[in-house]
């Protein structure tokens, strides 16, 4: 069983910064890919970001050469950091989690946090 806690959302202006971080219970943490969703109101949920444990990433060609996920293992921690942002990145934010293999489906994940909002106003 994995537990994951989102924290580091809230109110930046368009161009700003915001830093994301999915803490993780288990002691196998380092077995698991980690992936970032977002959902806006009205929209379905979507990928944003993910790492494998080797630490290959993947990622939403609408969040390239903005976003960056990275973890560290020792700590049980996934980040998200979140450059350059736009008023249409506004979503609350899902870190996830499932063995192994990075996946661009959401159902494909085992494992969900509670979720963080972001809002970026223009």
């Known amino acids: 069983q994995v537990q994951l806690v989102e924290s580091g959302g809230g109110l930046v202006q368009a161009g700003g910064s915001l830093r994301l971080s999915c803490a993780a219970s288990?002691?196998?943490?380092?077995?698991?890919?980690m992936g970032w969703f977002r959902q806006a109101p009205g929209k379905e949920r979507e990928f944003v970001a993910a790492?494998?444990?080797?630490?290959?990433?993947a990622y939403a060609d609408f969040v390239k050469g903005r976003f960056t996920i990275s973890r560290d293992n020792v700590k049980n921690t996934v980040y998200l950091q979140m450059n350059s942002l736009k008023a249409e990145d506004t979503a609350v934010y899902y870190c996830?989690?499932?063995?192994?293999?990075?996946?661009?489906?959401?159902?494909?994940?085992?494992?969900w946090g509670q979720g963080t909002q972001v809002t970026v106003s223009s």
């Open positions: 790492i494998n444990w080797s630490a290959s990433t």
């Open positions: 288990g002691r196998t943490f380092s077995s698991y890919a």
């Open positions: 996830a989690g499932r063995l192994y293999r990075n996946s661009y489906d959401a159902k494909e994940y085992n494992y």
